[in-house]
């Protein structure tokens, strides 16, 4: 049960796209089509952005995106925006009801 | 709108015990999984653990078995985690969190995500 790996921090311009890798294992992110992402601004309660790999909740812009290839995940933001600076989390099912999460990533919009 | 709202949180010494509470509105309790999720300060989420709708299906994380213990109580819309023989690493904020479903033609099945939050309660472990 090892936390997901995740790039500590990622930034852009507002307008910009900036993209968030995710990476697990075969018994994880790569062995199930139930990755998600969160949303986290400080001190508040994180916030699903994406679900199922790249299914977006009622109400999540369209800006935001997700996809997977083998092990690893990703999450794009479009066209930057002031409000996306927040942290970034992601969560993978790793079977048997366990999950895990992403070490989290922190986005500054420049 | 679905609420979950913490409590039980506090201060406490090395080897205490707490229970936290979470309670539910606005939806069916007893339809949805629910799960503990943790944030020490400054750091990030930690799945802690789960429960199924019933109750009759748990699991926790390898790090605090036999230290937690989830239940929930569908006739009072209430989950809880017990934790034991705590730690200063145990410091952390504590949210409960409704599991997703997706229902098609009269039958539901969880989709492994966790789509409301409660606000978090703190618990803080310290001499």
């Known amino acids: 049960q090892s936390a997901l790996t995740q790039p500590p921090s990622a930034s852009g311009s507002p307008g910009q796209s900036v993209t968030i890798s995710c990476t697990g294992s075969s018994s994880d992110v790569g062995g199930y089509n139930y990755v998600s992402w969160y949303q986290q601004h400080p001190g508040k309660a994180p916030k699903v952005m994406v679900y199922?790999?790249?299914k977006r909740p009622a109400g999540v812009p369209d800006r935001f995106s997700g996809s997977k290839s083998g092990n690893t995940a990703s999450l794009t933001v479009s066209g930057l925006q002031a409000e996306d600076e927040a942290d970034y989390y992601c969560?993978?099912?790793?079977?048997?009801?366990?999950?895990?999460f992403g070490s989290g990533t922190k986005v500054t919009v420049l | 709108q679905v609420q979950l709202v913490e409590s039980g949180g506090g201060s406490v010494k090395p080897g205490g015990f707490l229970r936290l509470s979470c309670a539910a509105s606005?939806?069916?309790?007893?339809?949805?999984?629910m799960s503990w999720i943790r944030q020490a300060p400054g750091k990030g989420l930690e799945w802690v653990s789960y429960?199924?709708?019933?109750?009759?299906?748990?699991s926790y994380t390898d790090s605090l078995k036999g230290r937690v213990t989830i239940s929930r109580d569908n006739a009072k819309n209430l989950l809880y985690l017990e934790m034991n023989s705590l730690r200063a690493e145990d410091t952390a904020v504590y949210y409960c969190a409704r599991g997703s479903r997706y229902c098609s033609g009269g039958t539901c099945d969880p989709n492994f995500y966790f789509d409301f939050w409660g606000q978090g309660t703190l618990v803080t472990v310290s001499s």
């Open positions: 969560s993978s099912y790793a079977g048997s009801n366990n999950f895990v």
């Open positions: 429960i199924s709708s019933s109750g009759s299906a748990i």
């Open positions: 606005k939806f069916i309790f007893s339809d949805y999984y």
């Open positions: 199922e790999v790249n």
